[in-house]
């Protein structure tokens, strides 16, 4: 019976089967990456776990011997959530000085529109208030902060400049109109005397209202911000003493304001002095338990460690030797930085191209690496050995936190919304670093062999038809030999009389 029916079988059908199969995988594949791309998940796998599995038996999440785990997943839920707050770059560059030129150079934007627009959103909350409709001039600049085009802006700080000093209309030309840092140092020390004016005023007003207050805390944010800048010009242009000075200055003058992270200014610039002693006191002020963390202070104290040791490590007499207490201690800082932000040891080694940075950052993404890294690798380069070092052992760092996204080892679990935050904050040229590194799932590296096998199979079955047919039917004659012979081992066991009856039914 299977004899005839493999002989009327022509070399047609296993060209239409195999082509038919083929198109079949190949359909799948192509799906399959598509939502894998998209979704970073395997769309089979999904399934599979979402709705085949409790079909199967699988354990019911709403059952109350769950309900501790439920409020686990819960928590770490929360934690990524907060984890993943777009925080504003302490070391942002200035739009019309630095990214617009860029931009006129190689034609190509380096802030995302997502970027601009939370940008937009803090100067809103930083430099308005609702009493601006009182002062003609801040009520022009209130509309200025929302305007999307830059022009707009310009136009209306110009015009609110007509009318009165508005040290927020001198900030938004210092920011998008300069074309040099000078002439942006120039509009910020404009800015500055009318701000003080400000500042001045309101702060013996405002205890006489709830309207006063708001004043007060919008004039103290416009004075940090101008003298936060103020010291960011002097460090571009060269007088990196003085910027220290002022950023001193202004974290004693206001000491409550922690959400400029001027700190992290500071310590930029006293590395650029080479003033490690300095450097080591503000790292044992900020890197604490009970503060939030930054690449800035993780790759900072790991840096000071290395340089310790650096100038005459060897891994080869490290290997031989064992690591010294003060190497041992380099090592661990250094594991400690990649574990709260891996994407950074790319750009410090130049194994990556490193862009201009956003204004906004994710911490532990790729978008607060960039930041870190464009203005930190010198001070990495500058100290001897240090590069080495961290190039011999940053990967160490992934053996001790195999599945980073469930368990972190000095930090929680690295979470799993940075890759998505950080293509929003990132332009378009830049292929953005994805860590934990996603691996093809088993079912699409399955449909892609099928797909090749049946299509490979299709094509010789077209040019070879007859020896193909051969094959098929000497293939499938083997597999269906071990079904023949128990067929006939039970004809020759069973009588024939209930053989002849079971055939019946």
Not at 122 to 141: E, G, K, N, V, Y
Not at 312 to 327: I, Q, V, Y
Not at 439 to 463: D, K, R, V
Not at 474 to 480: K, M, R
Request: aromatic share 12%.
């Amino acid at each position: 019976m299977d004899d005839m029916f493999l002989n009327t079988l022509t070399p047609k059908f296993y060209v239409a089967l195999t082509g038919t199969s083929s198109l079949i995988s190949g359909l799948i594949l192509i799906f399959e990456w598509w939502y894998f791309r998209k979704y970073g998940t395997s769309f089979i796998e999904q399934v599979s776990v979402s709705h085949l599995r409790p079909l199967l038996g699988g354990v019911d999440s709403s059952s109350p011997s769950n309900s501790n785990t439920s409020n686990g997943e819960a928590d770490s839920n929360r934690q990524s959530v907060s984890e993943c707050k777009v925080w504003r770059n302490p070391l942002n560059l200035f739009r019309g000085a630095e990214y617009n030129r860029y931009t006129w150079v190689t034609g190509r934007e380096p802030l995302t529109y997502y970027d601009m627009n939370l940008s937009a959103q803090d100067h809103q909350t930083f430099f308005t208030c609702d009493s601006d409709h009182l002062r003609p001039a801040d009520a022009i600049m209130q509309k200025a902060w929302r305007e999307r085009n830059p022009q707009a802006r310009i136009s209306a700080a110009h015009e609110a400049l007509e009318l009165e000093d508005c040290a927020t209309a001198y900030i938004l030309l210092a920011e998008e109109e300069a074309t040099t840092i000078m002439e942006a140092e120039r509009l910020f020390k404009q800015a500055l005397k009318a701000g003080e004016g400000c500042y001045r005023r309101s702060q013996q007003l405002q205890h006489h209202g709830t309207q006063y207050e708001a004043q007060h805390r919008r004039d103290t944010n416009v004075l940090v911000y101008i003298k936060r800048r103020l010291a960011m010009c002097s460090r571009k242009l060269g007088r990196t003493r003085e910027a220290v000075k002022m950023m001193r200055d202004l974290m004693k003058e206001f000491p409550l304001l922690s959400m400029f992270n001027i700190h992290e200014n500071l310590l930029e610039s006293l590395l650029e002095l080479q003033n490690y002693a300095d450097v080591q006191a503000v790292l044992a002020k900020y890197d604490d338990i009970s503060l939030p963390k930054s690449a800035t202070i993780c790759y900072t104290a790991a840096l000071l460690k290395a340089r310790a040791v650096s100038d005459k490590f060897s891994p080869e007499a490290a290997s031989r030797r064992g690591l010294s207490t003060a190497e041992m201690n380099a090592v661990e800082a250094i594991h400690r930085a990649v574990e709260f932000n891996p994407h950074v040891p790319k750009y410090l080694l130049e194994m990556k191209s490193l862009i201009l940075p956003p204004e906004h950052i994710l911490k532990r993404g790729d978008s607060e690496a960039i930041a870190y890294a464009f203005f930190h690798l010198q001070h990495w380069k500058r100290v001897e050995g240090a590069l080495n070092l961290l190039h011999c052992t940053w990967e160490g760092t992934f053996r001790m936190i195999p599945y980073p996204l469930e368990r972190g080892h000095l930090f929680y679990p690295y979470p799993i919304c940075t890759e998505t935050a950080d293509r929003e904050l990132l332009p378009m040229f830049h292929e953005v670093s994805v860590y934990p590194k996603k691996e093809l799932p088993f079912f699409i590296l399955f449909t892609a062999g099928l797909c090749s096998f049946t299509a490979m199979l299709a094509l010789l079955t077209y040019q070879f038809p007859e020896l193909m047919g051969v094959f098929a039917k000497a293939f499938l004659s083997t597999l269906f030999a071990p079904l023949n012979f128990i067929m006939e081992k039970v004809e020759s066991i069973l009588p024939s009389s209930l053989w002849h009856q079971l055939t019946r039914i």
